[in-house]
């Protein structure tokens, strides 16, 4: 059994990792949807840009399960940014239900025009950390991610997962 860092009788929802990571989330968006608003982009616009930019996602069912966006909604954000020759969308030859996105060179510059302006929140939010402790949190944080993948990968593939139940 693995050691058990939380325990019922002490828990507390606000010194948690799950509350924390989603507060400090919540509280990055209200620092930079401004910012990006009045460079005419909405945060998941450049969610979509940045991921194509960096091979995070290739096509909407990924940016929807990377992101646990809603794929109507998605939808919507992928035609207003065709609308401004920033993607494509190049369906399948052999099956024209598999769309792969791309970003145009007016995508491009698009992503890296608002580059600058999500450093500096970022560069905001971290201004009272040294530069150790900002590796030492990506490192962290990254080691996080990596951990709860690997389980959910795990899970997805045990025997028990897969079991049929009569």
């Avoid at 009045?38 to 960096?54: A, C, K, N, P, S």
């Avoid at 999500?118 to 900002?134: C, G, H, I, R």
Wanted: hydrophobic residues 40%; proline residues 3%; aromatic residues 8%.
């Amino acid at each position: 059994m693995s050691k058990q860092h939380y325990k019922a009788a002490t828990y507390k929802a606000r010194t948690s990792i799950g509350y924390l990571v989603k507060r400090s989330h919540a509280l990055m968006l209200d620092n930079l949807e401004p910012a990006l608003s009045e460079r005419g982009f909405t945060f998941m616009q450049w969610v979509i840009l940045i991921y194509l930019r960096d091979g995070i996602a290739v096509n909407p069912r990924d940016i929807c399960a990377e992101f646990r966006h809603d794929s109507g909604a998605l939808t919507r954000v992928i035609d207003q940014l065709a609308e401004r020759g920033w993607l494509e969308r190049n369906r399948g030859i052999a099956d024209r239900r598999k769309v792969d996105l791309h970003l145009t060179p007016a995508g491009r510059k698009a992503v890296e025009s608002l580059i600058p302006t999500v450093l500096d929140k970022l560069n905001f939010a971290l201004a009272d950390f040294s530069s150790t402790e900002v590796r030492e949190f990506t490192r962290l944080l990254t080691k996080l991610n990596h951990a709860l993948q690997q389980r959910l990968e795990g899970a997805a593939t045990s025997p028990a997962a897969s079991t049929e139940h009569v």
